[in-house]
Nanobody, 123 residues
C-alpha cells in the first residue's frame, strides 16, 4: 500500500502562485509515476500533470501547460506542483496519485490517492 498526503493548498488571488506537495509513504517502487488531478464542484476529476520516477517524462493538461510545473524528489518520496499565474478556473480540490506504471490521463487507471487539498483562486 501507498499512503499519500497533500499539502500547500489555500486561498490566493488571481495571478498568484502556490506550491503543492505530496508526500508518499509505504511500498513505493521505482516504476511509480506520480500525478496530480483536480476536481471542481459538480465536475469530474480531471488530469493536471504527471511525472515518471526518473523525472525524464512529464505530461500536462493543455489548460495548465506553461503555468504549472511538476517535479519530484525521490530521496524524500515527494512530488510537487508549482502553480503560477493562477486563474479562478483553477479553483478545485487537488489530488495526488500514484500509478504502478507509466503515466495516464485517465484517473480511473491510478491506484492510490491522497485526500486532496483545496485550492481557491479569487478574481
Amino acid at each position: 500500500q501507498v499512503q499519500l498526503v497533500e499539502s500547500g493548498g489555500g486561498l490566493v488571488q488571481a495571478g498568484g502562485s502556490l506550491r503543492l506537495s505530496c508526500a508518499a509513504s509505504g511500498r513505493t517502487f521505482s516504476t511509480d509515476t506520480m500525478g496530480w488531478f483536480r476536481q471542481a464542484p459538480g465536475k469530474e476529476r480531471q488530469f493536471v500533470a504527471h511525472i515518471t520516477w526518473s523525472g525524464s517524462s512529464t505530461d500536462y493538461a493543455d489548460s495548465v501547460k506553461g503555468r504549472f510545473t511538476i517535479s519530484r524528489d525521490n530521496a524524500k518520496n515527494t512530488a510537487y506542483l508549482q502553480m503560477n499565474s493562477l486563474k479562478p478556473e483553477d479553483t478545485a480540490v487537488y489530488y495526488c496519485a500514484v500509478r504502478r506504471a507509466g503515466g495516464d490521463r485517465n484517473p480511473n487507471r491510478w491506484g492510490y490517492w491522497g485526500q486532496g487539498t483545496q485550492v481557491t483562486v479569487s478574481s
